[in-house]
């Protein structure tokens, strides 16, 4: 099953159809090496009753070949309720598979490398929250998805790139306290009227892209159409065709098919989202998540044949966090 419009499931696909989708990077004399590996993850998956879930940043070898879902943060949200597997692999960072976990208390939740952070999540701890609580009484706390369990227990809300402003209006509140992303808050506050005090909180990946990038790559394409994820500065957002997640990036390009296309952001979403329109050109002035990098196919791999590592949340946090996650899953 895919959540990206477009992009087919992999699961219970022959080996060599799965080449076939890999194959522009994966040559063939090195696809025996990966063949290994992806044979026994799948063995290893069926016998675990296991089913991984995967961010549309992970590589074209974990995406196209042993990926049952694929999909943005909120589909991996989403997704992580519907399943009836015994364990959760989740191919992505520790934050996502954090709240798989939140979402499924009574399910193994299993990360392929503990060390797969993110600089979001990492800029700002449950004490930050409580402070600004005291310092904005009776203002409602929203709380990007790329945090930790410590800080969403502190939130009443969560949201994702995807959903972001609808969480923010479906409050009814004058004010909102967004945390921790400062641009993807600045993103949404030009797109509602509710005030928004923004935390100081950056996507090492996303705030590297400047106007000058865009720039440079509309003289250097003629005619390029550029998405820029909302995590991007807004001085990236307003050069750029369209913002969205990372599924509404790929809705764009499936439903408009621009012929030249620059996905602002990750460098494997174009890998990924090329296979399902070979059609059209890619230009890929990428930057790349070192923490999303960290799972690999042989990690995967070990990751269930050892059943570790296993992701959990202390039962203090578990509940207040999960209520908030929960309460996001309820706006549409
Ligand atoms: P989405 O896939 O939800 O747009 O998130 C992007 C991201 O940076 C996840 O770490
Ligand atoms: Fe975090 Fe940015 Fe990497 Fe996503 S791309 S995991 S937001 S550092």
Request: charged fraction near 20%.
């Amino acid at each position: 099953m895919s959540l990206n419009e477009g992009i087919p499931s992999t699961a219970a696909m022959p080996l060599p159809a799965l080449y076939q989708r890999v194959r522009h990077h994966v040559p063939a004399v090195e696809w025996p090496a990966y063949a290994g590996d992806i044979e026994a993850i799948l063995r290893l998956k069926a016998a675990r009753n296991a089913v991984i879930l995967a961010h549309n940043y992970q590589t074209p070898e974990i995406f196209h070949t042993v990926a049952d879902i694929v999909g943005d943060s909120l589909a991996l949200a989403r997704e992580a309720v519907n399943t009836d597997a015994d364990v959760i692999l989740l191919a992505g960072v520790h934050f996502m598979a954090e709240t798989a976990k939140l979402l499924n208390p009574e399910k193994t939740v299993l990360i392929a490398d503990t060390r797969a952070g993110c600089s979001l999540a990492e800029s700002i701890t449950g004490a930050d929250v409580r402070l600004l609580r005291q310092r904005y009484p009776g203002v409602p706390i929203v709380t990007y998805v790329n945090s930790s369990a410590e800080v969403k227990a502190e939130s009443d809300i969560c949201c994702t790139s995807g959903n972001a402003k609808k969480v923010v209006e479906s409050l009814g509140a004058p004010k909102v306290i967004m945390l921790p992303d400062e641009y993807l808050a600045q993103n949404i506050a030009k797109q509602t009227k509710v005030e928004i005090v923004a935390w100081k909180g950056h996507c090492e990946v996303h705030e590297r892209f400047t106007p000058g990038d865009i720039a440079e790559l509309r003289k250097s394409y003629p005619g390029v159409t550029v998405l820029a994820h909302p995590e991007c500065p807004p001085e990236v957002v307003a050069v750029a065709d369209f913002t969205g997640s990372t599924a509404g990036m790929i809705g764009y390009v499936g439903q408009h098919k621009p012929a030249r296309v620059a996905l602002i952001t990750e460098c494997s979403m174009s890998d990924n989202v090329a296979v399902a329109h070979p059609g059209l050109e890619f230009v890929r002035p990428c930057n790349l998540c070192p923490h999303m990098k960290r799972t690999t196919l042989p990690k995967i791999r070990r990751a269930l044949e050892t059943m570790t590592h296993e992701v959990t949340v202390p039962e203090h946090l578990a509940g207040r966090a999960r209520a908030a996650v929960e309460r996001m899953l309820t706006v549409r």
